[in-house]
């Protein structure tokens, strides 16, 4: 009985991960390239912490991550090599900014935009 208690201890110890703290971006520009660089790594967990809470961005992230599970080992390995390019940031006022980038895997171009939100810079949506 002893043992099985031990048992079930461990394996909750175990099966609990601890929650990762992300530190807070310092600015629009660190907030977009770590969103961006959390998605081309395949860690949305992070992705999330820099991404706005609104339904839009939820939306986003899970259909980036659903689309990155969907490639092939080979496929992954290419976007965890790909590197950003930021092709022009326009801070729109102090509280919005706008990145225009490329990812040197495709060079589509798209785009994020960034706002300031309670004291804290995150990623309010994507266009592609």
């Not at 992705?47 to 899970?62: C, D, G, I, N, R």
């Not at 729109?92 to 895997?105: A, E, G, I, K, P």
């Not at 309670?118 to 949506?125: F, N, P, Q, R």
């Amino acid at each position: 009985m002893k043992s099985i208690s031990i048992g079930l201890l461990a394996l909750f110890i175990g099966c609990s991960a601890p929650t990762k703290n992300f530190p807070p971006a310092s600015s629009s520009i660190d907030a977009g390239r770590n969103y961006l660089e959390a998605c081309l790594q395949g860690d949305f967990e992070k992705a999330v912490a820099y991404a706005a809470t609104s339904e839009t961005m939820k939306l986003q992230t899970t259909n980036t991550e659903k689309n990155y599970r969907n490639l092939d080992k080979e496929g992954r390995s290419s976007f965890r090599q790909a590197s950003i390019i930021i092709l022009d940031i326009t801070d729109v006022d102090s509280l919005h900014t706008r990145m225009n980038f490329q990812y040197s895997l495709d060079k589509k171009p798209r785009q994020i935009e960034i706002e300031k939100r309670d004291g804290k810079w995150l990623v309010a949506a994507v266009k592609e």
